[in-house]
């Protein structure tokens, strides 16, 4: 028979993560935060990393930092954009990333404190000295005080910015309870492996990590940077190399537009600004275009072979112009149907001397690309454990969802491994895609058997910081 928890006795210490009070899960990353409760399908909070910043200087904004999409896209006088993520994925500006991430969390899944009964309006007037006590009670109340908290972070992440995680949750916040999980274990958890080997595609990184009995083989962990930027600045290069070079212009500058032919130059009316906006805010507002064009236009060739080789007597790149082409509109009507071009701006990732390149920007090492970083994770593992990692491959980050990301990466898995059974694990909804290791720390976080692993405020208070290194692996 269940025992019932009686209402005038409070739940032990041993019941912080348990069913009564739903843990939060936070995954930062150099894009966008995740944030949401434990339990649930998809996270309630996603908010950019990028930032606004406004220099207190310039007296028109009281604000410093602003947060939230509809912050960084709206132009704003001395407003600079930056990310407190370094585009390794781990943190560089603390005291901005800790104010982010408690923005994702306090802004869509924490309620507002209630003010205090005797400042409600109802009640007589206090007098200053009372006043002024409240108000200190309130500031010491921290924001989550009733939540266990599970945080994710790169393999790779440093010790000190490890402990600098668990400060910040117990000290800052108040958790009763925190634990920091890896993000290849959580993507591995989402797609219900407990060893697989995980490739994560994201704005910044490329990297595959294997993991195995749900921990982490540090010395098989690869990355890279031919990640999502890496396409952008492909597309980049495309557009303002391509004759005549095409005008990238960006929604916010666009007040109207007259649709025109494919290649003809645009008929629009451009918005005028009483000030210039920042080159930061004009490049992030054209990384959103740029988006688009991914998701709409790149292509990546699926096989057989590379898009630099062929049968003999014809090659693949000529295979790729006998395509139908797709076509694109930039927000000032400005459109064009893009050929084989569009097979080659993604190429670089699996085969870095195919890679677009300027003065600015060389091409990437061969042991950079996606099968290189494969080979060499694979071949720092133990031998015996090399099959049963082919046999569950996930593929994981909003990058992947490059059109053709999947069948290719399967035949160069192929090409590479033909002896071993090779399974591809690549969830087709876009959401599982984005956010498996929020997903991943969602299932972990709600698990019953998972309760007794929490790094307690207890155990924190006796071992300090260094705790999360012995626990944590």
Partial sequence: MATVQSASVPPSNAEYGGDEISALVLDPGYSSVRAG??????????????????DRTSGQVSQRLLFGDNAIHTPAPNMTIRNPMATDGTVEDWDTAKALWEYAITSRLTNHKQTHPAMNGLNDQLDVEMKDAIEVVEEQEKPLEEH??????????????????????????????FWLARNGVLSAFAGGKASALVI????????????????????GIMRSNLAGDFVSQQVRLLLSTSQPPVPLTA?????????????????ATYRKFAFEPHESFRRLQEERVITEFKESVVQIWGGPGRLSGGQPGTTNEELVRGLPGRPFEMPDGWNQVFGAERFRIAEGIFDAKMALTSSEHPAPSPDQT????????????DVDIRPHLLGNVIVTGGSSLLYGFTDRLNTELIQMYPGPR???SAPGNSVERKFA????????????????????RKEYEE???????KRCK
């Fill in 422 to 424: 090779l399974r591809l």
């Fill in 37 to 54: 409760f434990a339990g649930e399908d998809v996270p309630k909070s996603v908010v950019p990393s990028h930032y606004g910043y406004i």
């Fill in 200 to 219: 994560d595609v994201g704005a910044s990184n490329l990297s595959v990590t294997p993991v195995h009995d749900g921990l982490i083989l540090r010395k």
């Fill in 437 to 456: 290791s929020w997903i991943g720390g969602s299932i972990l976080g709600s698990l019953g058997t998972f309760h007794q692993m929490w790094i307690s």
């Fill in 148 to 177: 266990p908290l599970l945080m994710s972070e790169m393999g790779w992440n440093p010790s000190k910015a490890r402990e600098k995680s668990i400060e910040i949750a117990m000290e800052d916040w108040g958790c009763p309870a």
């Fill in 463 to 469: 071992h300090g910081a260094g705790i999360v290194e």
């Fill in 370 to 381: 996606l099968p290189a970083l494969i080979q060499a994770s694979l071949n720092a593992v």
């Fill in 251 to 267: 929604h916010y500058l666009v007040a109207s537009k007259t649709p025109v032919d494919a290649g003809v130059p645009a008929n």
